[in-house]
């Protein structure tokens, strides 16, 4: 059981856009700042979004994070086929004092 | 370019003690703008924070492990080290080094470079 819930799947369709939320706590994400990760199969994770809505350096602007209380979402715009991965958000726990991960979205673009 | 490149053994025996290391390229873990842990993924499913260490002789702790668990760098070889004792299946999983990024009170906390990852598979 995961400390942050995401839904298991999402998908949509070349072109389209995409949002995948993730919801916590007063203690997670309600007082941290939310990361997002990419990660294909048989790989490792991939920063994609860290303090909420920061990109990191060569990740296309069609991804972007935001935050509202204690819940969090990832919006990705003109979907790619090569967008099909694993979606995992994290943030700081202050009562597990550690950081902690969502239960994954895999996202199927169809 | 920083670089993370575990090692260790593939296969360990239930109730035994689990050791990997993490070879560090391209950035001195004697930094102290960043923290060096640990984090699993058990088959098929999600990540689970382990633990980390930073520069000035802080650890922490995933709770759920801290029993078990040991971390530490070696910053002549700049090297980072793992050790998990009591093993159980459970603790099959891809293990990854992962270099962290945080405040200090934690308002941020990201991990923006991990290693490919290691497979453990604890068995008899």
């Known amino acids: 059981q995961s400390v942050l819930t995401q839904p298991p799947s999402a998908s949509g369709t070349p072109g389209q856009s995409v949002t995948i939320s993730c919801s916590g706590g007063s203690s997670n994400i309600g007082s941290n700042t939310v990361n997002w990760y990419q990660q294909f199969p048989g790989t490792a994770p991939k920063l994609l979004i860290y303090r909420n809505n920061q990109l990191p350096s060569g990740v296309p602007d069609r991804f972007s994070g935001s935050k509202s209380g204690t819940s969090a979402s990832l919006a990705i715009t003109g979907l790619q086929t090569e967008d099909e991965a694993d979606y995992y958000c994290s943030t700081w726990d202050e009562t597990l004092r550690g950081p902690v991960f969502g239960g994954g979205t895999k996202l199927a673009v169809l | 370019q920083v670089q993370l490149q575990e090692s260790g053994p593939r296969l360990v025996k239930p109730s035994e003690t689990l050791s990997l290391t993490c070879s560090v390229s391209?950035?001195?873990?004697?930094?102290?703008?960043?923290?060096w842990g640990w984090v699993r993924q058990p088959p098929g499913k999600g990540l689970e924070w382990i633990a980390s260490?930073?520069?000035?002789?802080?650890?922490l702790f995933n709770d759920s492990l801290k029993s078990r668990v040991s971390i530490s760098g070696d910053t002549a070889k700049n090297q980072v080290s793992l050790t998990l004792r009591s093993v159980t299946a459970a603790d099959t999983a891809v293990y990854f080094c992962a270099r962290g990024r945080g405040n200090w009170n934690y308002e941020y906390f990201y991990i923006d470079v991990w290693g490919q990852g290691t497979t453990v598979t604890v068995s008899s």
């Open positions: 391209g950035n001195s873990i004697s930094s102290s703008s960043y923290y």
């Open positions: 260490f930073y520069s000035v002789g802080s650890t």
